[in-house]
């Protein structure tokens, strides 16, 4: 069966031989045709040993690419995880802050204690003052009227003493020694007359009534010789102690309105307590001064210090210091600053509490710090920054 069904083609070649043969171009056709059927299965064997070849070298390249991807992936998670800790490590690592701090000094306000005008100032804002030294000088027309009023009863007062320590003149007492005299003669005559009548009363010449009426009148005249005597004997000893302490009481009295109406008049002069400068000046010349109101203001420069607050969790480096270095930008200079006091009660700071994250309300504490050496040109309102690092 399989001779059967190659038959036809061999009939076919054959045929297509018998042609040739008789057809010289169709021969050469033919020929060429052959020739070219040959060169085809070449062409495609070529590119399928060519094909083959190329792809075991494809897949090298995508495995030696997907190896590569793999090893940069690798690298890029190890660094990305790096760097997450070390955000983490950083994190919880102390951190270092600025604290800006001011300089502060003592501040002493020069008021008057009574009601008056400005009439001239001797100083202006910035200028250096001494103790002592005259700022102000004020009127005061009330001051003035009680200090004259106070030396008037001074002079009332010692001439009281001068009369008491004196006692009466000599002409009084004796105008009281004749009056006495004259009392006592009276005294005399109303004993002798009563005598004489008592014997006629005796004898019956005069009545009982008559006799005592001479009675009376002889007492009356003693009594009265009695107080004549002892007003003469009060004038010739002058005062009593007693009168004599009054006396003296009321001029101290007078003495101390005197010193009142003084201090009050030198109230009118202000003159500066300390050494300092002036920081400001209230007021005009002619203005009204209320009393206890500032009239000048002083800054006592000899004692700059620095006022710092720090909350808690920066406490324990600046307090285990001691002392801390700071940085003053209006002088462009460091220096040295020591812990000279510290506030006994801590208030909040200005930031949140951190209780809703289970820790602590931080509070602040103000904290005085002076310089380790005097820092020339330093001024009250200074800047100074500190770096501190929190626990």
Same mark, same amino acid.
């Given at each position: 069966m399989t001779q059967d069904q190659n038959r036809p083609d061999q009939d076919v070649e054959n045929a297509s031989s018998k042609?040739?043969?008789?057809?010289?171009?169709?021969?050469?056709?033919e020929l060429n045709t052959l020739e070219q059927s040959h060169e085809q299965p070449n062409l495609t064997d070529s590119a399928f040993f060519s094909y083959s070849e190329q792809a075991p070298a494809t897949e090298n390249t995508d495995s030696k690419s997907s190896a590569a991807i793999k090893v940069i992936g690798i690298i890029i998670l190890i660094l990305l995880l790096g760097l997450i800790g070390f955000g983490l490590w950083k994190s919880y690592q102390p951190k270092e802050v600025e604290l800006q701090g001011r300089v502060e000094a003592e @501040? *002493?306000?020069?008021?008057?204690? *009574?009601?008056?005008?400005?009439?001239?100032?001797?100083?202006?804002?910035?200028?250096?003052?001494?103790k002592g030294q005259p700022l102000v000088r004020l009127f005061s027309?009330?001051?003035?009227?009680?200090?004259?009023?106070? %030396?008037?009863? %001074?002079?009332s007062a010692l001439a009281l003493q001068a009369t008491a320590e004196r006692g009466s003149q000599q002409e009084n007492i004796d105008s009281l020694y004749a009056n006495w005299q004259a009392m006592k003669a009276q005294q005399d005559l109303a004993q002798t007359t009563y005598q004489r009548g008592a014997n006629l009363f005796k004898e019956g010449v005069i009545s009982r009534q008559r006799r005592d009426e001479m009675h009376a009148a002889a007492q009356s005249a003693a009594q009265m010789t009695e107080a004549a005597y002892q007003q003469y004997a009060r004038a010739k000893r002058g005062s009593t102690p007693?009168?004599?302490?009054?006396?003296?009481?009321? *001029?101290?009295i007078a003495k101390a309105?005197?010193?009142?109406?003084?201090? %009050?008049?030198?109230? @009118?002069?202000?003159?500066?307590?300390?050494?300092?400068?002036?920081?400001? @000046?209230?007021?005009?010349?002619?203005?009204?001064?209320?009393?206890?109101?500032?009239?000048?203001s002083i800054i006592q420069e000899d004692e700059l210090w620095v006022s710092l607050n720090i909350r808690e969790d920066q406490y324990a480096q600046v307090y285990q210091a001691k002392s801390v270095e700071g940085f003053i930008p209006a002088l462009n200079k460091k220096a040295l600053f020591k812990i000279k006091k510290i506030d006994a009660e801590g208030e909040f700071a200005t930031i949140k509490t951190t209780r809703q994250t289970g820790g602590y309300d931080i509070r602040s504490f103000k904290i005085q710090? @002076?310089?380790?050496?005097?820092?020339?040109?330093?001024?009250?309102?200074?800047?100074v920054l500190f770096k501190v690092q929190e626990s």
């Open positions: 042609e040739a043969a008789c057809n010289p171009s169709a021969q050469q056709s @501040t *002493v306000h020069v008021s008057s204690k *009574v009601p008056s005008r400005i009439e001239e100032i001797y100083i202006h804002d910035g200028q250096k003052v001494l027309p009330e001051v003035e009227a009680k200090k004259q009023q106070a %030396l008037a009863s %001074l002079q007693e009168q004599k302490s009054s006396a003296d009481a009321q *001029v101290e309105a005197v010193a009142e109406a003084n201090a %009050l008049e030198a109230e @009118t002069k202000l003159v500066s307590p300390i050494n300092g400068t002036v920081s400001k @000046t209230y007021g005009k010349v002619s203005e009204l001064v209320a009393m206890g109101v500032p009239v000048v710090l @002076t310089p380790a050496q005097p820092i020339a040109d330093l001024k009250v309102g200074m800047s």
